[in-house]
């Protein structure tokens, strides 16, 4: 792999690790890391079936309070570089994800907590109206999270292929096997975490439906997609709290909030 691919595998780890903490733009989600490690290492179909079977098992993870999620970013990168680069297999490289998602629980609370410090040293500098101090220390904190990834992506890619190979194959295979069996279900576990979320009785037709619909051989996910989205328009249509609308009256709903409180002007 040239200067350039190992560069753009690098950067894309530096953006995972402070997509992590800022949750814009969902780099460090493994549908979008592996894939995009995958493209910069020529490997982009290897990339995607990796990052879409690791992103069922991610679904769940989630930080709440002060409870740290197991870290997706490292998980991701490391496991697409292996697959990707190293020439792993996808179901090595899923078995190795979840270890290395703990391992990145371990050191995301490291980081943090080195991260104090800079907060407290972004507090002083705002009692003396220093803004861009603060500025610097907020970026100098980010840039520490994107360190935590690119780091260990930079040493991983630094090790010959030969020796990722041996401690591979010197994995025995009942600890993948089993590690294997525990990624699968975890998968379940966040699809039941997030559906717990969004579940409400109206809508549990849908997701009976949905199981009925997913037997049918003929259908592909194209298809369960559309149907999908021609039964919410029209549950957009016929519900009921979506179609408050009443006759004549200056005070009449449209099931709009902003309506009626434009409508009492």
């Not at 350039?4 to 989600?29: K, P, T, Y």
């Not at 371990?106 to 943090?112: A, D, E, G, H």
């Not at 410090?117 to 100098?140: L, N, P, W």
């Not at 699809?191 to 259908?219: D, R």
């Amino acid at each position: 792999m040239d200067i350039i691919s190992i560069v753009l595998v690098v950067f894309v780890a530096f953006l995972a690790g402070m997509e992590g903490i800022l949750d814009q733009f969902q780099f460090h989600q493994p549908i979008v890391a592996c894939t995009l490690i995958g493209l910069a290492t020529g490997n982009p179909t290897q990339g995607l079936l990796l990052g879409g079977t690791l992103q069922l098992i991610a679904l769940g993870w989630m930080n709440i309070g002060a409870a740290v999620a197991p870290d997706a970013a490292l998980a991701s990168v490391a496991s697409a570089i292996l697959v990707t680069y190293h020439g792993a297999g996808v179901s090595e490289g899923i078995a190795l994800a979840i270890p290395l998602a703990i391992a990145g629980q371990v050191l995301t609370i490291f980081v943090r907590t080195l991260t104090v410090a800079i907060a407290h040293a972004a507090d002083r500098k705002a009692t003396e109206g220093s803004f861009r101090a603060v500025e610097f220390y907020h970026i100098g904190a980010l840039m520490i999270q994107g360190l935590r990834i690119a780091i260990p992506a930079a040493i991983i890619l630094a090790v010959s292929p030969e020796l990722v190979t041996n401690a591979l194959n010197a994995i025995p295979g009942w600890l993948t096997g089993g590690l294997a069996v525990a990624g699968g279900m975890i998968v379940a576990v966040g699809y039941a975490m997030v559906i717990n979320m969004m579940a409400t009785p109206k809508l549990w037709l849908f997701f009976a439906l949905g199981f009925a619909l997913s037997a049918i051989g003929e259908l592909n996910l194209i298809a369960m997609g559309i149907i999908g989205v021609v039964l919410a328009l029209l549950y957009l249509q016929f519900a009921p709290e979506f179609n408050q609308g009443g006759g004549g009256g200056g005070n009449s709903s449209g099931g709009d909030p902003l309506d009626d409180i434009l409508n009492d002007y």
